[in-house]
């Protein structure tokens, strides 16, 4: 398996609904970081959250950290079908200059 | 927009032909990258340079040589590509690369669309 690996692959849910996304790692890290890709396009920064927070909040996203799982979630609340996205995570090795993403989760939020 | 720009969007060149993509920051950045993202992979990260020097090539057929010839600006010059290489290839940049924190956060361009007949 990779170092990011995000679950599921693909997630449909109805606007409204909370919509969460896992993703896990397999060596220490500086920070996680999520990005949101729409269809196509350049990835754009959701929050990073470093390897010594457990917990941050971002308007409707909320991010956990668990170093010892290696694993994080993104949960956003309220979606809407703006929110329809492909969602990655990116570990940031120690070292700094090696930043790796996952395959990412495409989200599909029906109006 | 991120303040990052790529041109062309859009390529299509055959096996045997040169042609260069390119990146340009307005961000006042000291790190840019290249990535490639090809259909269900993750992204894969190609170079990174950090103050104008190449801090990673993670293995990239020669067949991509990348020039970065001041901290705004990125090129990655192709030539005799093969049709697995089309992909979109996504430039971005940071403030500084193993900088930590905010410093590493990347800001991406809208990608080159790269199809090799």
């Known amino acids: 398996s990779q170092q990011g690996e995000e679950d599921p692959q693909a997630l449909s849910i109805q606007e409204g609904e909370n919509a969460t996304m896992n993703c896990s790692y397999k060596t220490s890290i500086n920070n996680l970081q999520w990005y949101r890709q729409n269809s196509g396009r350049g990835l754009v920064h959701l929050i990073l959250?470093?390897?010594?927070?457990r917990e941050k909040h971002s308007g409707r996203l909320r991010v956990t950290l668990d170093t010892s799982k290696k694993s994080s979630s993104l949960l956003i609340t309220a979606s809407r079908a703006a929110d329809t996205a492909s969602y990655f995570c990116a570990t940031e090795l120690p070292g700094g200059f090696k930043t790796i993403f996952g395959a990412g989760t495409r989200l599909f939020v029906k109006a | 927009e991120t303040g990052v720009t790529q041109t062309p969007r859009h390529l299509v060149m055959g096996m045997t032909n040169k042609k260069s993509l390119k990146c340009e920051q307005h961000l006042g950045h000291n790190a840019m990258y290249w990535y490639k993202q090809s259909a269900k992979k993750p992204l894969e990260l190609m170079f990174v340079?950090?103050?104008?020097?190449?801090?990673e090539n993670n293995s990239v057929p020669s067949r991509f040589s990348p020039e970065c010839p001041n901290s705004s600006h990125l090129f990655l010059h192709l030539h005799t590509l093969q049709p697995e290489d089309s992909a979109l290839y996504l430039c971005?940049?940071?403030?500084?690369?193993?900088?930590?924190?905010?410093?590493?956060?990347?800001?991406f361009g809208p990608g080159t669309r790269l199809t090799v007949l």
């Open positions: 971005a940049s940071s403030l500084v690369a193993g900088g930590g924190d905010r410093a590493d956060t990347q800001y």
């Open positions: 340079y950090n103050f104008k020097e190449q801090t």
């Open positions: 959250i470093r390897s010594n927070e």
